[in-house]
């Protein structure tokens, strides 16, 4: 057998593997099963069960006796023939399944990388037969021509994926679990049996959050990719062999836990879930938590049917976000909170588009010159049947609703507009905004600020971008990689309520920030909380030597302000200094300010 087999090579029985479509007839259907088209094609290329077997026993006679030749060149392959070779060689499955990830998850070029795996899982095991075999010139000619067979079938999958490529056939996807319609049907005729047994049993919804943010980022095949990593993970380390997993939806899993004693036993299976699934993730050269939270339907107490019981699930898994827990039980009033959830969104698009919303400005209060030093933006949104909406509720709404985009895009044009409006009034100010990590995750989120300061010609060093330090949990090479595009456009960065999380001080440390504000949970009572006072002068010696501007929030007199001005901050914020104030008051307020002094009186 020779060290490299081109992509035209052809098997025993003729069939062209640069074109396997004409081999098998229905390759270019949109969205036909990866697996299924690997199963076809091994049929075209006589890579049947005995042939893979053949394949996962020299896989695994190779990999233990001379290890030194083993290269996992397509690194899903090794668990499948793993599984398959300590099986007997008697299921194959895995290794088509297998086959479909490796193809998801080519690095770079795919075609490329997929063909130079090929030659290096060749070569290696090539030289593993020669070794082991050179004696046994029937055993050695068996494997040989077994591993050829195995490589024709590589081969043949990505030149039927390079053809769909160029046809643009769309995005060919792999099945690892059954899809809405099948799990739905599953879930229903167990159901059935547990209803005349009088057993229970428990449907866990798995909301695997991550998956869009490496759709936006690397596209929907490692997208894919992704997703059957955490299959994996799941079946390999948690579930039983009666447990049944489905896909209900893009981002979510659906887990069937037939015939368990009660919620006791759906918890520990919840927990053993986020426990394997707690480490992230390779894809391509980038790691990726899938930041995952799981809602828990027990048949029949929350549902007798399988819509009932996926749709609990769902409200239970939305529940359990904001938990340390990260899992919780279904309970009624979840049905009453997302009845409200669903409140805030309808109102919350119809505030968009009949332009309802307003911004505020918090003026902050330059301790040096006793003047506006600049001023914080916020939404201020009062809706005729909500009422008044705080800021974080209005934002939350913004997520879960899917329009984050258009509220923050709308508050940076309408907030540039108004800056715009004030210098012309002869208020040269900077201006905060704050960026929820959504919004930051935006990939042009850097080129749209850049369009708005040149469309409403502010200047970049007028613009203060902030964000919480919530962000800088968990994706900090993203983080930092956008923050650098947007340092690019000359603006200034902020970190706000650091202190205030969990985050270590090494992430501050590698993010290009220019700023930092204090929380108000450290302020208001540092006169009368000694150890809030400790952490104040704690944060801004820490700011004061990474040269950050400090900006304090929440302070109410004018002891407070002293303080702080003694330690080094140089701008504050709060009930002392004004409360937000419309856009058309700022101009005024600003020109009323006459330089206030915070030298205490002789």
Request: glycine share 8%.
């Amino acid at each position: 057998m020779s060290q490299s087999i081109p992509p035209n090579s052809s098997s025993d029985n003729g069939a062209d593997a640069s074109d396997p479509a004409s081999a098998t007839g229905a390759e270019k259907e949109p969205g036909v099963s990866l697996r299924a088209l690997v199963g076809r094609l091994a049929e075209a290329f006589s890579a049947d069960p005995k042939t893979l077997a053949r394949v996962a026993s020299v896989f695994g006679e190779v990999r233990e006796r001379a290890p030194d030749l083993f290269v996992p060149a397509a690194g899903a392959l090794a668990p499948a023939f793993a599984v398959t070779e300590a099986a007997g060689g008697a299921d194959t499955e895995p290794v088509y399944a297998a086959l479909g990830e490796w193809a998801l998850d080519a690095e770079g070029e795919p075609i490329e990388r997929m063909r130079s795996d090929c030659m290096r899982f060749q070569s290696a095991m090539t030289r593993g037969v020669l070794r082991l075999y050179a004696g046994d010139p029937e055993r050695c000619a068996e494997s040989l021509l077994s591993l050829q067979r195995f490589v024709f079938l590589q081969l043949a999958l990505l030149a039927s994926l390079s053809a769909r490529s160029q046809e643009g056939g769309g995005v060919v996807r792999t099945l690892p679990t059954p899809e809405y319609a099948a799990f739905m049907d599953i879930l229903r005729t167990t159901i059935e049996s547990h209803r005349q047994e009088g057993k229970q049993l428990a449907l866990l919804l798995i909301h695997v959050a991550r998956v869009e943010q490496v759709d936006r980022l690397l596209g929907l095949q490692r997208g894919e990719a992704f997703m059957l990593r955490v299959t994996r993970r799941m079946r390999e380390g948690v579930l039983r062999k009666q447990d049944q997993l489905g896909r209900v939806s893009r981002d979510q899993f659906a887990c069937l836990l037939p015939r368990i004693a009660g919620e006791g036993v759906a918890i520990l299976a919840a927990n053993k879930i986020l426990g394997a699934l707690e480490a992230p993730i390779p894809i391509g050269d980038r790691s990726f938590a899938p930041d995952a939270v799981i809602g828990i339907a027990m048949y029949p107490d929350h549902g007798e049917d399988q819509q009932t019981l996926v749709r609990n699930g769902k409200l239970a898994a939305r529940a359990a976000r904001g938990t340390a827990e990260r899992s919780a039980i279904y309970d009624p009033a979840h049905g009453e909170s997302e009845e409200l959830k669903m409140q805030y969104e309808a109102r919350l698009r119809y505030a968009l588009e009949e332009s309802a919303l307003e911004l505020a400005f918090e003026p902050q209060l330059d301790l040096h010159s006793g003047r506006i030093g600049g001023l914080e933006c916020a939404l201020h949104w009062t809706d005729k049947e909500l009422g008044k909406v705080s800021e974080a509720r209005a934002m939350e709404a913004a997520e879960t609703s899917g329009v984050i985009r258009e509220v923050t895009w709308w508050v940076f044009n309408n907030a540039l507009r108004l800056r715009a409006e004030f210098a012309r009034a002869g208020l040269e100010v900077p201006i905060c905004l704050k960026v929820a990590a959504s919004g930051l995750q935006q990939p042009d989120f850097p080129e749209f600020v850049g369009r708005a300061l040149r469309t409403w010609g502010v200047p970049p060093k007028q613009l203060v971008i902030e964000i919480h330090e919530k962000a800088l949990v968990g994706g900090l090479e993203q983080l930092k990689e956008t923050l650098v595009r947007l340092k690019a456009h000359g603006l200034r960065l902020g970190i706000d309520g650091f202190g205030t999380g969990s985050s270590p001080l090494s992430n501050l440390a590698q993010l290009p920030l220019d700023e930092m504000r204090l929380d108000a949970t450290f302020i208001s009572d540092m006169q009368r909380a000694t150890h809030h006072a400790k952490i104040v002068r704690s944060l801004a010696r820490l700011a004061r030597d990474l040269g950050l501007r400090v900006t304090a929030e929440g302070v109410e007199d004018a002891e407070t302000a002293l303080a702080l001005s003694a330690l080094g901050c140089e701008r504050i914020q709060g009930g002392y200094v004004s409360p937000p104030l419309a856009a058309r008051e700022i101009v005024g307020f600003a020109a009323g300010l006459a330089g206030l002094s915070l030298r205490p009186q002789d």
